[in-house]
């Protein structure tokens, strides 16, 4: 059913995210939270679930949301959205310019390799900043993208959490919208007519997260709720009926069949 109503969009979102916070309690009152910010329309309404939740549901928390521009590689975003909604809620954004020593014939991608000093320079600022914690907008089919390529690419199961206690605790990852649908996220971002992220980076046509989108449509038609089914199924494991009942490598798997080195997970971060 379509929701009409921009306001009431926008708290069906916020009272989700509140009772994924009642079970899991990925942030406490006094959190210093970084907020990746990419522009694209998960962040942005991250960013207006944290305005809500310290305007008018009382949290106490400081959310300082930060940009990372990385100049050599081509990738523009519209600002206007980002900064209307810091305006809205009085953040104060925090854009961090930065040239990567960038090989596009890295053996693990340019994705792999633009993700990861996106993720270094998040921490080195959330450091700076003083911040506990460091939020990020991947929602439910990330989840789902991220376990069906770990598994197709790197024969292993493991996936997003929803927080992740990081340097012997100094900092933690959070990801408030992991219970949450991209058709979901979508809905709301055409009633508040976020603007289109302009995906015009060289490199970002073809990731293999596009590849499993497009899987989990063709499962989708199969079954409707297959994407939310692999994302409950994470939860819901039996390691009696696994080959080696959950013991780790199947014995004797590896001289049978011995692995291949895969290339990294060529995954866009900075479209979330
Ligand atoms: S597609 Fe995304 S992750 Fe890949 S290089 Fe471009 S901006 Fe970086």
Redesign the pocket.
Known sequence: MKIKNLNNALSLIVYKVQKAQKVHGFFSEGDKILMGVSGGKDSLLLLEVFGELCSKRKYNLEVTPVHIK?KN?G?NINFDAIHQICDHYHFKLKIIEADIDFDPDHKKG??FV??WHRRKLLYATARELGCNKIALGHHMDDAVQTLLMNMIYHGSISSMPVSLSMFQGELEIIRPLLFVSEKEIIEYKNIRNFPELIKD?P??SD?KRNTMKELIEVFEKINPSAGLNIFRSMSKIFPAYLPERGKGIIEGLNEIHPPKSNAGPN?????N
């Open positions: 990385i590689i990738y340019p994705c633009c993700s980076c490199y970002g990731t995954d866009c971060e900075a479209e």
